[in-house]
């Protein structure tokens, strides 16, 4: 019997292996094929604690700190552990009531989940935190987790620095391999958000390990994997604190933008937007109150009008279109327009506010007296210049020559979301005139003065200052010229801020008669009654016209005259003509920080200015409308009269819509073109040359002087 | 016949391998029993020879099986022949006295409390006297194993101390005693059986994991097309087609009656919620007759899946090569519950990984398989069927405690053999391989 099932043993032994290899088969797929079960574990045991590291500090270019650090603490809470808490003891602290308790826990659950903590209660106030700290003990689970705020000592720049706020599923998913976490505080705007990997620093991780019940047993492997929070860097930037100070003040109630750019370096002194706002309102528990009213006005207080806001740049644009049809050899500097107080060559006459016979005799006194027709004309003669066979081509070449100033473009400041602004496509162009064939330099006439399509940025207005300053290159406009501890990546970041940008071939020589013109312009011209005490400068105003009101106010300039230290643009919006606003505002600016004080005269200015309330009605009847009353100033300042009287340097009505010329005006235009090509262009290149040659050795002499003052 | 020359010396002819695995296994066990409690913040050499910790209870538990694995060696073999019927009684007695003296531990009524703080688990021995019992009933020259009769005898031996084992609450040592079938097998139970258990269990599987209607039907349409196909046999034979149809009438009733009714009335609450929680279904408590009548029991209030939960994380977490000795996160931070009991495995699993686990794995198999090639070797059918019955209780030990802690298998309360943490279940593992390599070293004989 036994003999006969011998062969039994055999499948049982069988049954055993297939049912230890099913057994192999399933460890083979928990063990080796699944990583799901190392993190379930390591979520079950360690116990991660960040330690955040301090921010980075940004200072001004004389080490002065923009803003700080101080410490605050939050209320955090791990729900899973919060049992037994006396609920009526803690919503009696916070002066909340039960179900707010209950939805405050419900988030942090939702939020972090169970096991992790969650902040219940950001930024307490330092009654609070005392009272917490004695009454702990009744609430197990919760505890105060320190937190390092932003503080700013000078209560400016709100826009430049930008804020740090909570992350959110956003800002996650988009950072995802960066280390944050729900609860984090990030840069969200601003140099906050540009430097945000050398501010933030590196966040330090300690591991406990944990045990079932969530009590912590003491390091995870002897803290062999902890790592230590390295403190964040801090930036140095070119900033002033004192011009900027001192831009806010001069904008506020006024809705405008400055920017002062050291021509030299590219770096930014100042860049004013207004309205602003103090940027103490949006850190800590301030934050949650203000942020709400500051999204919703109308008057936009956090948009950064400098970098964003679009504007004609009207007459400030004159110099640009003058160096265009210089370095095309269109017209030599005694190239003079006979103006009557009118362009009438495109059909609708349009009307310049100087009549006086000679006032556009030559390019310099049709810069100083900033002669609408006399850019018209140079405009026209860039567009239909005979060297591009069509306006078309004409068109392109100068758009060229336009982007090259940095206008139509990004520049690239080290700031989130630059606007480009706008040079306008041929697209455009094609789109309202049909073909190419019939372009005429008459349907976009007022480019030559910066009106139509053209639009700029006041960045890029001060920038396009520090290319004629500096005669032909600019450096990228920025803010960090340092930063704390620069190892490589750092210095290739910042490179493009320490290259040149030559990024026209225009000759020098070219770009000194244009600043002569714009010296001009402040001695008699429209600038003449904006003095800078001690030095000469070259400035251009513009009066723009728009489309939303009353005509902006513009202000370009830089100073000294030789050798520039200090390029501005200022624009303030629906304010009327550019000399008796965004003038004075730019003078002062250069002022302050060619000369680090201000003079008493000019210090009764500022606190003028400082008090005009150029506020559009529409924006002031929008407070009224909204009970925010209290942003309106106490002083009000009727401006209807000045402004009316001014409005007439570019009083052209309908001017963005195109017009076609008749015929027999065309044939005048095609006359009077030939007129003034006919300047021989090989004279005029001699005289250019004999002009370097004299240049250059002045130069040599100036260097000989200095290496003799050196060796003596 | 009872010729017995080598009886004065006890380790001759005692199979050398088994000593050492067994060694082996319960130094492991101890090792695992370490891991879980070790503690860095107490001085374990001191806690060692205070016997407080479970590890160190374990090793005076293996020193005192120890003396009776070589006492058992010194005995004569024929010793367990005479007394396995008496002994198979003294079982059922005592596990009938847990109805009345029975302390209750960990919700089961199972055991006897004796002297010194140490309680006794009838139902553990009884697993040796059954073996013994079975040995004896199948070696006996009368008793023909190929005739009904015996096969319904043996049933009998069987299933009268795994009946009181559910009786106790002790689901999982009265499915132990389904191990038996290995040695009745092996002696001449007809695999039909195997086949229609087997059968059984994929029915009741298929009926947790289908629709009842659904599985009607597809029962229904097998069956139809197995007349179809087979119209031409079915005319030569009436009887078949009676027999399909007979089949088709049993499996109906499996799925519609014996299986709720196994699970509402023979399961407790927790069983049912357990194994459903294995596929992922939900078991409604309320349709379950036991734990109605027997209620406030505290199983019935944690049918999650906690246990298996953690176990799995443990033993995936240890990886290919382990987290490394004593460095496991799941069992220092005693996350998987009765860690050194039912769950000792985990410990092992995340502390040493896949190599760890595959080569434990691979010392058991060679444990199994050593003691079959013992068995085979046997002239004895008492020492043979004893020695399936061993290979048999091992292996359905191993098989569902490890199944159960990575998740194929529902939880059931098994030990480990030999790892495990526990006096009783260590007892009675040495007493049966030790008993085992008596009965081998003197496998010359014929022992009835």
Redesign the interface.
């Known amino acids: ?2 003999l ?3 062969n ?2 055999g ?3 069988i049954i ?2 297939f ?2 290899v ?3 088969g ?3 797929s ?3 094929f ?1 990583n ?3 993190l ?3 979520n ?3 116990f991660r604690k960040i330690i955040y590291p301090d921010r980075g500090i940004i200072y001004d270019r004389k080490r002065r700190a923009l803003l700080e650090n101080s410490i605050s603490y939050d209320l955090v809470v791990i729900p899973n552990e919060a049992k037994g808490v006396d609920t009526i003891a803690l919503c009696n602290i916070l002066r909340i009531d039960k179900d707010e308790f209950t939805k405050r826990m419900i988030e942090v659950i939702v939020k972090n989940s169970r096991v992790k903590a969650g902040i219940f209660e950001p930024f307490l106030s330092p009654e609070l935190y005392a009272q917490l700290t004695e009454n702990l003990y009744r609430f197990p689970g919760f505890s105060l987790s320190e937190r390092s705020i932003r503080t700013y000592p000078y209560n400016t720049a709100a826009h430049v620095l930008g804020y740090v706020a909570e992350v959110d599923v956003n800002f996650l998913q988009k950072h995802e391999d960066e280390g944050y976490e729900m609860g984090d505080y990030a840069g969200m705007t601003g140099l906050e958000k540009q430097y945000e990997n050398v501010l933030m620093g590196q966040r330090g991780v300690k591991r406990f ?4 019940k969530g009590k912590i ?2 390091a ?2 002897k803290g062999q994997f902890d790592t230590l929070a390295v403190a964040g860097r801090n930036l140095y930037t070119s900033m002033d604190v004192d011009v900027q100070q001192l831009a806010e003040k001069l904008l506020q109630h006024k809705i405008g933008s400055a920017v002062v750019i050291n021509p030299k370096t590219g770096g930014v002194i100042a860049m004013a937007s207004s309205p602003g706002y103090n940027p103490n309102l949006l850190t800590g528990n301030q934050r949650r109150r203000t942020i709400g009213s500051l999204l919703t006005d109308t008057a936009r207080p956090i948009y950064n009008r400098a970098i964003k806001g679009q504007y004609p740049p009207g007459s400030t644009f004159k110099p640009m279109g003058a160096l265009i049809a210089l370095d095309e050899g269109l017209i030599s500097p005694s190239f003079g327009y006979n103006c009557f107080g009118l362009y009438t060559s495109c059909g609708d006459p349009r009307k310049c506010e100087h009549h006086n016979a000679g006032h556009a005799a030559n390019l310099q006194l049709a810069l100083a007296n900033s002669c609408n027709s006399y850019f018209l004309q140079v405009f026209r003669m860039a567009i239909d210049n005979p060297k591009y066979h069509n306006a078309k081509q004409g068109y392109l070449k100068w758009k060229e020559y336009v982007n090259s100033f940095g206008l139509g473009r990004k520049l690239g400041i080290d700031l989130p979301s630059e606007n480009k602004a706008s040079i306008p496509d041929t697209a455009q162009y094609n789109k309202d005139f049909g073909n190419p064939k019939y372009w005429n330099s008459c349907y976009m006439l007022t480019l030559g003065i910066g009106q139509d399509r053209m639009t700029a940025t006041p960045l890029q207005l001060a920038n396009a200052m520090a290319l004629i300053a500096n005669e032909g290159f600019y450096y990228t406009p920025h803010f960090v010229d340092s930063l704390e501890d620069e190892d490589e990546d750092d210095k290739a970041i910042l490179a493009k801020f320490r290259t040149k940008q030559e990024v026209t071939k225009i000759s020098g020589d070219i770009f000194k008669i244009i600043k002569e013109g714009m010296h001009d312009v402040t001695v008699y011209g429209t600038a003449a009654g904006i003095k800078v005490p001690g030095h000469e400068y070259c400035a251009k105003t513009g009066t723009a016209q728009n489309p939303h009101g009353k005509n902006h106010s513009l202000f370009v300039c830089f100073a000294p005259k030789d050798n520039p230290k200090v390029a501005v643009a200022v624009v303030v919006e629906n304010a009327g003509f550019g000399a008796t606003w965004a003038g004075p505002i730019g003078g002062l600016l250069m002022e302050k920080y060619l000369n680090d004080t201000l003079t008493a005269e000019s210090k009764t200015k500022t606190e003028y200015l400082a008090n005009v309330d150029l506020m559009p009605q529409s924006i002031k009847d929008w407070y009224v409308r909204n009970n925010k009353s209290e942003r309106l100033t106490p002083i009000e300042y009727n401006n209807d009269e000045l402004g009316d009287v001014w409005d007439m340097e570019m009083v052209s009505e309908n001017n963005a819509k195109p017009q076609k010329p008749k015929d027999t005006i065309q044939k005048a235009v095609d006359s009077s073109f030939k007129k003034t090509s006919s300047i021989p262009p090989t004279n005029n290149s001699n005289t250019v040359k004999k002009d370097s040659a004299a240049l250059i050795n002045k130069k040599k002499k100036k260097t000989i002087n200095t290496k003799n003052v050196q060796h003596t | 016949m009872s010729n017995t020359p080598n009886q004065n010396n006890f380790s001759k002819g005692t199979d050398l391998a088994v000593i050492i695995l067994y060694f082996a296994m319960v130094a492991i066990g101890i090792l695992c029993i370490f891991m879980v409690e070790f503690n860095p913040n107490i001085n374990w050499s001191n806690s060692l020879i205070a016997g407080k910790n479970s590890y160190s209870k374990q090793i005076y538990f293996a020193i005192f099986c120890g003396f009776v694995g070589i006492f058992i060696l010194l005995m004569d073999s024929k010793v367990f022949t005479a007394l396995a019927n008496i002994s198979y009684g003294v079982g059922i007695v005592l596990m009938l006295a847990t109805f009345v003296l029975g302390k209750n531990i960990n919700g089961s009524k199972s055991w006897i409390p004796i002297a010194g703080g140490f309680n006794l688990q009838p139902a553990e021995l009884c697993k040796i006297f059954t073996a013994l019992i079975l040995a004896k009933f199948i070696s006996k020259p009368e008793t023909d194993f190929t005739k009904i009769k015996s096969h319904l005898i043996a049933g009998g031996i069987i299933a009268l101390p795994a009946i009181l084992s559910i009786m106790q609450h002790e689901m999982g040592l009265a499915l132990v005693y389904s191990a038996f079938l290995f040695a009745m097998y092996r002696e001449g139970l007809p695999p039909v059986i195997l086949i229609v258990a087997l059968s059984f269990a994929v029915l009741v599987i298929a009926t947790l994991l289908l629709e009842p209607t659904l599985l009607a039907i597809i029962l229904t349409i097998i069956a139809a097309v197995f007349i179809i196909s087979m119209v031409k046999r079915f005319k030569r034979n009436r009887n078949s087609i009676l027999i399909v149809i007979g089949i088709w009438a049993i499996c109906f009733g499996t799925i519609r009656y014996v299986v709720p009714y196994i699970f509402n009335n023979v399961f407790e609450c927790y069983q049912s919620t357990r194994i459903y929680s294995m596929i992922g279904k939900e078991y409604d408590c309320s349709q379950n007759k036991k734990s109605a009548s027997a209620s406030g029991k505290q199983h019935g209030k944690k049918p999650d899946d906690y246990n298996v939960k953690q176990s799995k994380i443990a033993i995936g977490s240890g990886g290919f090569w382990g987290r490394g000795f004593l460095k496991g996160t799941q069992t220092r931070g005693k996350y998987v519950p009765e860690q050194n009991t039912d769950f000792i495995f985990t410990s092992l699993g995340e502390a040493f990984g896949f190599i760890g686990t595959a080569s434990f794995l691979g010392l058991y198999l060679f444990f199994l398989f050593r003691i079959i090639r013992i068995a085979e070797r046997q002239r004895s059918t008492f020492s043979r069927v004893y020695a399936y019955s061993v290979v048999g209780i091992f292996f359905f030990h191993i098989a569902v405690n490890i199944s159960m802690t990575i998740g194929l298998f529902p939880v059931v309360g098994i030990p480990l053999p030999l790892i495990s943490y526990g006096g009783s279940s260590l007892l009675t593992f040495t007493v049966l391989v030790f008993i085992l390599l008596r009965l081998d070293a003197d496998r010359q004989m014929v022992l009835r």
């Open positions: 019997m036994a006969y099932n011998s039994r043993g499948i049982i032994q055993i292996g049912v230890f099913i057994i192999i399933q460890l083979i928990l063990q080796i699944s799901k079960y190392k379930a574990a390591d079950n045991a360690i390990l944990r045990d079932n047993q003491g995870f492997e």
